[in-house]
């Protein structure tokens, strides 16, 4: 089993930035995790991709947050973050990350997180 520790969320204001980190860990060894993401979903709304990025780096965003988030992770430390920039009312929803995981004596697996709250507000 991998928990998927999530933190970053809060409230900004128009035009604001935040940044939001993921941390993939489990009691059995990880052998790798591809990919590893962020989803979002706001009320009423089904859960979208906002970004991926591969064990190699290939990212893919959603088109609307494209040249204003940006997608890194650490694969040492299992880790993603996702900087938002130039926030706007519609980012605000709930943010999962997700991860798919290879781990010792498990096939791949799809984890997601608690979920964290952004708000964009004036």
């Known amino acids: 089993q991998v928990q998927l520790v999530e933190s970053g969320g809060g409230l900004v204001q128009p035009g604001g930035s935040l940044r939001l980190s993921c941390a993939a860990s489990?009691?059995?060894?990880?052998?790798?995790?591809?990919?590893m993401g962020w989803y979002r979903q706001a009320p009423g709304k089904e859960r979208e991709l906002v970004a991926t990025?591969?064990?190699?780096?290939?990212?893919n965003y959603l088109d609307s947050v494209k040249g204003r988030f940006t997608i890194s992770r650490d694969n040492a430390k299992n880790t993603v973050s996702l900087q938002m920039n130039s926030l706007k009312l519609e980012d605000a929803a709930v943010y999962y990350c997700?991860?798919?995981?290879?781990?010792?004596?498990?096939?791949?697996?799809?984890?997601w997180g608690q979920g964290t709250q952004v708000t964009v507000s004036s």
């Open positions: 489990g009691p059995g060894r990880i052998f790798s995790i591809n990919p």
């Open positions: 997700y991860a798919n995981v290879l781990q010792a004596g498990w096939n791949w697996r799809a984890y």
């Open positions: 990025i591969t064990s190699g780096g290939s990212t």
